[in-house]
């Protein structure tokens, strides 16, 4: 090791623009190029940032459990975190399935009504699509947006309209009504599901044809032979 750090020390000495970065943990130290450095300083920085907002997130929800009157537990603890590392949007079944793999012992009522105090202190969000079961998707520092959902495949596609969101607000002051939330949802077909289908009304307008019956044809009448 002592020789091919003198190795590489020699040849940095003659290329002055090639830099070193020592990186020291608890446990050892070592020589990053200057571009490693830099990824490795990038990447400690992302991970700081989400320690920090993940510690955020728990003291938002341990403070609505005080203000309910329940305590911290560890299965609560360890849905909040599931449910965190989470993408897109879960059922409470999908939910139950992901603790259960860290945890056989959580019920599933315990895990529902966890999901209901994350959706009361404003971590989760909940979303209804049309199939009669609740989904839940990130909420705390989440943009708002609305969804649009496949009748044929269950697809949701998540968008923002500043447009519709002037609307909205037009309409409840219109009404004097105090708006404090809103849902919502747009059902139809998405695109991959219209070509699909497009693909089977040809086919089948193919097969249609194929199987029409040409009227015979009829030989052309004889004049009187003379």
């Known amino acids: 090791m002592g020789s091919n750090h003198k190795a590489e020390g020699s040849r940095h000495r003659q290329n002055p623009s090639f830099k070193l970065t020592l ?3 608890h446990r050892s ?3 990053l190029s200057r571009e490693q450095g830099v990824e490795c300083r990038r990447l400690l920085e992302r991970s700081i940032a989400d320690q920090t907002l993940m510690t955020e997130e728990q003291e938002v929800f341990i403070k609505h459990l005080r203000g309910q009157g329940l305590k911290r537990t560890a299965q609560r603890d360890l849905i909040l975190e599931v449910f965190l590392g989470t993408e897109g949007h879960v059922t409470g079944e999908d939910l139950y399935r992901l603790v259960r793999k860290q945890d056989a ?6 895990v529902y009504r966890t999901l209901k105090l994350l959706t009361d202190s404003g971590l989760a969000r909940e979303a209804r699509f049309g199939d009669g079961r609740a989904h839940y998707e990130h909420n705390y520092k989440h943009e708002h947006h609305d969804h ?15 447009e519709l969101e002037a609307i909205q607000d037009k309409m409840a002051a219109k009404h004097r009504f105090e708006l404090t939330s ?12 219209r070509r699909q289908q497009e693909r089977k009304i040809n086919r089948k307008g193919l097969r249609e044809k194929k199987h029409i019956k040409r009227p015979a044809l009829r030989a052309p009448a004889r004049g ?3």
């Open 23 to 25: 990186v020291t943990t």
């Open 29 to 31: 130290s070592f020589l």
């Open 105 to 110: 012992s959580v019920g599933q009522t315990t």
């Open 148 to 162: 649009m959902i496949c009748s044929a495949c269950g697809k949701v596609i998540e968008f923002y309209s500043p």
């Open 182 to 193: 809103h849902l919502l949802r747009m059902i139809g077909v998405c695109s991959a599901c």
């Open 224 to 226: 009187p032979q003379q």
